[in-house]
């Protein structure tokens, strides 16, 4: 089974799931920056990661995921500045399910991401300011062992590890 995953990473969040998720998955497999991503019709299995930007995916990753129509089984997974339950959250992950409308997904999992200085400042000097500022401090240190706790469990759910004894948590970084 042909395995593919492709991440979008602003400030190295998406880029810690996806390495995660890389490490977790059986035979044969490759992992690729979204701007050096393949065709992804060739794959059996397609994980799709991205960060949000003005609640969506990051411009590539809507470019790649509208190539994802008919991949057999696509996982995606983001992470993102608002806390994991939030409205933004949910309508960015909706809205990348819709740019691969046709795909089978699998799963989708999110979690917080630690947003960098500058653009905090640059988000703080906007007006009106973006919704997920207020989230923002919480998303430090995100994400962190709980998270890949989690997504351990979703990869799981979906299909794509093999089921084991989950892991601690506590034991990524």
């Not at 806390?83 to 399910?97: E, L």
């Not at 093999?162 to 948590?169: A, G, I, S």
């Amino acid at each position: 089974m042909k395995q593919l995953v492709v991440y979008s990473s602003q400030s190295g969040n998406t880029k810690k799931l996806a390495e995660f998720i890389f490490s977790r998955l059986a035979e044969d497999k490759e992992i690729k920056s979204v701007a050096e991503a393949p065709d992804p019709s060739g794959y059996d299995v397609v994980a799709v990661g991205f960060w949000l930007k003005a609640g969506q995916p990051d411009p590539d990753s809507r470019e790649y995921l509208k190539k994802c129509a008919n991949v057999g089984k696509l996982f995606l997974f983001a992470t993102h500045g608002s806390a994991a339950d939030s409205d933004c959250a949910t309508i960015g992950m909706n809205r990348a399910r819709e740019l691969a409308a046709g795909a089978h997904i699998v799963g989708c999992f999110g979690c917080p991401g630690e947003v960098s200085a500058k653009v905090l400042e640059s988000a703080a000097n906007k007006d009106p300011q973006p919704v997920w500022l207020k989230d923002a401090p919480a998303a430090k240190g995100h994400p962190n062992s709980d998270d890949f706790y989690k997504l351990a469990e979703v990869l799981t759910e979906a299909g794509l590890i093999e089921k084991r004894l989950p892991p601690e948590k506590g034991m990524f970084v």
